[in-house]
């Protein structure tokens, strides 16, 4: 009976209006001062900024164990063996949710608000997040929504090439430099810089257009395979990178005060993503000799200072000495040592240490911020352009200056934890003379340059992590101390055969939109291994 007596009460005004504005115009809400269903820019980019931390990372959890930046406890973990669930699920369908949804029409919004209103720092900052996040869903997903994304009237949608988007993500980051070059009437610095506004770079354009050039590097830098990955695409990463970060203070994170449990680090304790991880062989491996020698075994300390400061150490209280480092193999889990009793060994977790009691260590407190892109990063994609453009004088010289800028950002970001202590130029130093790092122009081979950018991505930047595994097709020559899987290593459905795309999200697409799925090949069993255009040869 109310809802009935509400519609005669909002006919009756129609009527009463029609000499006026009109009943059309009374209901017309979304321009209704009073009632806006359509949120101010303002009010939106602090949202979004958060939605790029809480989307990748939950997928992280399961896509770093793919890539062995950390193992499950528990043997035969399906993502350590490239696998995904057989019954219906939404894990490791975060990324889409996240561009189409909480991303999605509030990106939209916040552009058309800029638009109309000249607020075009937004509009730019609108479409620098649109271009990462198609880039980034084209990248875990292979063939995605593009054109008919956000058609309100469609209830399916048509999925375009990767091709296509690689196309579209330059030119919203040609949109992006556009609208951040250009000045709005009205002064929004105060409110971007306010603790409700830009959380990322404070209204700092400058570094805006440094993370979309920075998006474009690692955009090109994924396209190695291609003909003219050298005469064409390996320019374009340099010269991107270039007009990117020029040192760790502009790297793009999302920063956390962990003045409450809702508002501590994505990675952190209290978030809870990250629970029974543990530290794999790979990344053992790499900080203890395995760049470009044989890697230690059970080691207490290294040449590499990044070690103490990254992993945590196992504790025994019946060997000598207590402390040292040890990973699981992938897929193996956690194996219990002889000698050591029935409870097995405690290896260093992410969220938790054996040693000081502190919840969290390098990336993993609550106070830590959650990096987005890294300077380090975007100087190894360049280093590996100019190896492959054949310029190895160059290559080496950003190489081994971009492993210093990993060192810088160890102590900008890892520095949680009463035992931390800043990597010092005399631990430093004896590194970068060491034979881990390539000396001289003779020296330097691929793998040091993509074994160093895969320390440098440990632990959080897990999706360009996979985008090198994955043009380089897993090459063990490339990257050394990756573990390769044979045989019933693979998961069942696989075909011996390793990772190159993720299904889309379960309840939007294999519910509503299946025969567009089952167009694309979707409905597979081994459609996960189904190679994706950036690391083919196709043009």
Partial sequence: MKTIKKHKIVLFMCVVLMTTAGCKKFLDINKNPSNPQIAKAEFLISRLIFQMANGTSQDYMQLMRLTQNFTSATAN??????????????????????????????????????????????????????????????????????????????????????????????????????????????????????????????????????????????????????????????????????????????????????????????????????????????????????VRGVPAVDPVTSVDPRLSRMLTPAQTTISTPAFYYRGNIPTKGTVAVTGVPVTPYVLGTFTGSTIGGYPGKYLFSNTSQYPLMSYAQLQFAKAEALFIKGDKPSALITYQGAIRAHMTFVNTYGNAGADFKVITPAEIEPYMASAEVAQDVSQLKLSDIMNQKYIAQ??????????????????????????????????????????????????????????????????????????????????
């Fill in 77 to 290: 973990d399906l993502y350590e063996r490239h696998g995904f669930p057989a019954s219906p699920s939404d894990v490791t369908g975060v990324i889409w949710r996240m561009n189409y949804a909480d991303l999605g029409l509030n990106i939209e919004d916040m552009i058309n608000d800029g638009l109309e209103n000249k607020k075009y720092e937004y509009v730019g900052m609108g479409y620098a997040i649109k271009a990462w996040g198609f880039q980034m869903t084209t990248d875990m997903y292979g063939d995605i929504v593009l054109d008919e994304a956000f058609n309100p009237t469609a209830l399916t949608f048509r999925y375009q090439n990767q091709k296509e988007v690689y196309e579209r993500v330059r030119e919203w980051s040609a949109l992006a430099i556009k609208y951040l070059n250009m000045e709005s009437p009205v002064n929004y610095k105060p409110v971007l810089a306010g603790a409700s506004g830009d959380f990322m770079y404070r209204g700092d354009m400058n570094k805006w257009k440094k993370f979309v050039y920075g998006n474009l590097a690692l955009h090109y830098s994924h396209l190695v395979n291609k003909p003219n990955f050298t005469s064409t695409y390996a320019d374009s990463v340099i010269k991107y990178a270039d007009l990117s970060f020029v040192n760790t203070s502009e790297d793009a994170t999302v920063k956390f005060t962990a003045s409450g449990s809702d508002d501590g680090c994505v990675l952190g304790a209290d978030y809870g993503l990250i629970t029974a991880s543990r530290i794999s062989t790979t990344i053992l491996s790499l900080l203890t000799g395995g």
């Fill in 458 to 539: 440990w632990g959080w930047a897990g999706l360009e992590q996979w985008c090198d595994l994955r043009k380089y097709h897993y090459d063990a020559t490339v990257f050394t101390q990756y573990y390769q899987l044979t045989g019933t290593e693979f998961a069942p459905n696989n075909g011996n055969k390793y990772a190159y795309r993720y299904r889309p999200r379960y309840n939007s697409e294999y519910i509503w939109n299946k025969k567009e799925i089952e167009r694309i090949g979707g409905l597979a069993p081994d459609y996960n291994t189904k190679e994706t255009w950036f690391s083919t040869t196709e043009n």
